[in-house]
């Protein structure tokens, strides 16, 4: 596979950055500091950035409550976002939305979710603008393997095929969705499920970031040269529980243990390009350093960060009214 | 009798309920949890917030049934069994999720026993948390007992403490039409005396936290605490209040709200749900069309601005009713002078 040094460069990094960001933000939310629920992406880094690093700007994606991790693969800028998850003015959404409902237009960000299953319609809305408008995007839908059992999800699988829409449906399942394993929940298989709907499937392992990459590659190319919606399962583990505060008691001994030694996604990057002499440990280790300190900063600037005002508790419900 | 939390009281309500009558049963998401998990630990959350939590243990699969994320097909089912013989108690979880089967409550439950002459009987209750105060931002937090008790055919309630949760539930959970039973997420931990054995509480009949002279207070949910917090310090400054909990948003008790208007003569009302027609709006209408008379000042409405449940803890407390919003609103109305006309 052959694969731009900058993208290796900057994949690693927004992986990176999203390990950190949520690592920091567990350590963080056990002080007591950060208001609301929040659901941490870590584990789960390799599917969202193998994805998004075959997009660019303009293409759309949208998230679920377990957002973090799609934003900054998705280029949403990380200072922003942490202002935002502790509800400053200079937070992505001055500090009206939070943690669940992150979004940058400006990057085709279409937000985080609090309601399972509230992406994928809004996908073949944003893939029916880039068909109609012309601008070659591709709309990608991530969500979870509970939020693939919601209607708006199967009706979406349905409209996507039925208007012949350029949308993926990324299917990130890691085994659960909250405290209920996906065994009890799905029924059937998502292969079926896209086969009935008649789209192809794809599937890949989540940890390994160039079997994300090229598998999503290659559905989004399928996509975005007009053939219709594809469905990608990307088989993952969530190491922490279904948000900050659960115990997990649901898991077996040594689940999240196994997952952190053998399907680590940094490590196995580090392993791969490494031994392929792509890169070298000392650029990998430059980069770790360089997002400790953006995190770090990120972090102390948005303790420091100036609260909303009343003024924008009144603003920005309508464009006009 | 001993000292129950809000959550203690609404779980203790479901288990007596469940004893009583084998066609109680109750579904939702993880109201068990651990359904499919690699532990084998069972009701490993008992509900997100652990409100339904040792439910599976005693009462085993059949009754405690655990769904998948798909709120449209559960509700509904729960629509179609409690038409067809069984009492079901769905929680829709986050009240914000009606959303995903609003069509099951609104066009399904609620209407079958007018659009089918008075043939059916659908006993469903549906449990859900509602309410700001969490920093769970909009599509966690809003208090949507208006949107519901627009709807003829479905009955609201929003029990205002733990003893208030338990009669009501029972009440509820025996009623024959579909119930929307509302709990307030930030009032779980709250606790006061509940006694052990079964008891409900009607509907349709408000309770008077407390009765005065000058000012009626009309307070839903937990706006009824933070009324009588309000109460406490003008009763202080010399003001008594009359302090309504209407329990039920549907039915509601007219008769309560007009007389104590009729003997105060000035209405404040705390409502937590967005402003434009909710049940502010709704009991100012009553009063002004049936006690226009007795009115000695304007109607006030202590309420949120017109505008989704924001994020930050700032905005979020600037945005609901508070106890100093609510004596404002009770001077305002002590104060008011009336402007003779020419
Ligand atoms: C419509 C709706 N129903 C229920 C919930 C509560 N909820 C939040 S996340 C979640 C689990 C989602 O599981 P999955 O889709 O597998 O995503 P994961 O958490 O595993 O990333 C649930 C039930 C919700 N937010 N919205
Ligand atoms: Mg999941």
Known sequence: ?321 | MSKKSYRQAINEALRLEMRRDPRVIIMGEDVAGGQGGTSGVVDAWGGVLGVTKGLYTEFGPERVLDTPITEASYIGAAAGAAATGLRPVAELMFVDFVGCCLDQIMNQAAKFRYMFGGKARTPLVIRAMFGAGFNAAAQHSQALYPLFTHIPGLKVVIPSSPYEAKGLLIEAIRDDDPVIFLEHKVMYDDEEDVPDESYTIPFGEANLTREGDDVTIVAFGRMVKLANEAADKLERQGISCTVIDPRTTSPLDRDTILDCVADTGRLVIVDESSPRCNMAADVSALVAEEAFDALKAPIRRVIPPHTPVPFASVLEALYLPDAAKIEAAVKAVMNHKVTEAA
């Open chain 1, 1 to 321: 596979m052959q694969i731009a040094r900058e993208t290796l460069l900057r994949s690693y990094r927004a992986m990176r950055t999203i390990r950190d960001f949520e690592e920091r933000l567990h350590v963080e939310f056990a002080t007591g500091e950060i208001p609301g629920f929040v659901h941490l992406y870590c584990g789960e880094e390799a599917s969202g950035v193998g994805v998004c690093a075959n997009l660019t700007d303009n293409d759309t994606i949208s998230s679920t409550h377990r957002g973090h991790g799609h934003c900054i693969a998705k280029g949403v800028e990380v200072s922003g976002m942490m202002a935002e998850i502790y509800g400053k003015s200079t937070g992505v959404c001055r500090g009206k939305g939070g943690s669940m409902h992150i979004a940058d237009l400006s990057r085709g960000m279409l937000g985080a979710n609090g309601i399972v299953g509230g992406g994928p319609p809004l996908m073949c809305g944003a893939a029916l603008s880039h068909k109609l408008l012309k601008d070659g995007g591709v709309a990608v839908a991530f969500y979870g393997d509970g939020a693939s059992n919601e209607g708006s999800t199967l009706e979406s699988l349905n409209l996507a095929t039925v208007w012949k829409l350029p949308v993926v449906f990324v299917v990130e399942d890691n085994g659960y969705g909250e405290a209920t394993g996906s065994s009890f929940a799905v029924a059937g298989t998502q292969k079926a499920r896209a086969e009935g709907f008649g789209m192809p499937y794809m599937e890949c392992d989540g940890s390994d970031f160039f079997a994300v990459y090229q598998t999503a590659g290659e559905a989004i190319a399928h996509a975005r040269a007009g053939n219709g919606p594809v469905m990608l399962h990307v088989h993952l583990a969530r190491w922490y529980g279904h948000f900050e505060g659960d115990a997990m008691t649901y898991r077996a001994a040594g689940e999240v243990a196994e997952a952190k030694r053998d399907h680590d996604c940094l490590e196995l990057f580090r392993k791969k390009v490494t031994e392929a002499g792509l890169l070298e440990h000392s650029e990998l280790d430059a980069i770790d350093e360089a997002v400790r300190d953006e995190i770090e900063s990120s972090v102390i600037a948005a303790k420091a960060a100036p609260l909303p005002g009343p003024a924008d508790l009144l603003a920005d419900v309508y464009v006009r009214y």
